[in-house]
């Protein structure tokens, strides 16, 4: 691993390159792109493992921290999907430059993974993705982690302030979510997209709703080669607690999530 700064002074991105290791390097390198809040605490773990497997099997792949998340700089309370959206490009940019591969894989989870569609929409040199439970509707989404922020409150001494007016600040799951950043993750719609976001595709599920099967249909229709599997899993994303099945709880490394993605993208790059 190889841990560095890039993009401007002003606003640092936090980096970390996972050289290729084998006998073999491929031409296409990936880009990891972490949800947000504390879905990007909890699965930091499982991302630190993607990569490692990935550099393993011969790809060159760069995880980062957005504009005001984890070690980059920023505040969150400026940044949001576009400047996120902005740093996938810096990041994809930065590995080209730095390897010289000739195209690009983007693996995302949750907002991740919607950003990452966005991104891929806009350019020409992402050729394959890996969508891990990405977010479809964006309202739909926000109401999910208030739901979830309200449970957590229910067992906390935590008395949150109500934020009141466009410009103020709530929270959620320790987060703050301005009223501007709640505004541009509700316009998102992975299921409006008519622009082709890469030529190959996973869309990968850990339930059995079937919840991905009206966009892998969609992303068909557009003519992508986009497949479409469910690998039983415990949301790496969520916070897990222990029982008689899961002894450990807490925050889980799906192995057969990262072992999924890894064949596919060795299958897809023959």
Known sequence: MEPFYFNTAERPLFGVFHPPRGDVTRSVGVVLCYPMGQEYI????????LAGRLAGAGFPCLRFDYDGCGDSGGDMTDAGPEQWMRNIGTAIDELRDGTGVASVCLMGLRLGATLAVLVGAERCD???MFLWEPVLHGQRYLNELKVR????LR?????????????????????????????TITDLDLTCTEAIPATKMLLL????????????EHYRGLGIQAEHRLVPAPPAWLKIEADAENELGGCLVPSDVLDAAVAWLSEVNK
């Open 42 to 49: 909890r699965s930091h773990r499982a991302f630190l493992q």
């Open 126 to 128: 992402v050729e394959q």
């Open 149 to 152: 922020h309200r449970e957590w």
């Open 155 to 183: 067992g906390s001494f935590a008395k949150p302030q109500v934020g009141d007016g466009q410009n103020s600040t709530d929270e959620v799951l320790g987060f703050p979510l301005s009223a501007r950043l709640a505004a």
């Open 205 to 216: 599920e850990n339930t059995e709703e079937g919840r991905l099967h009206p966009l892998w």
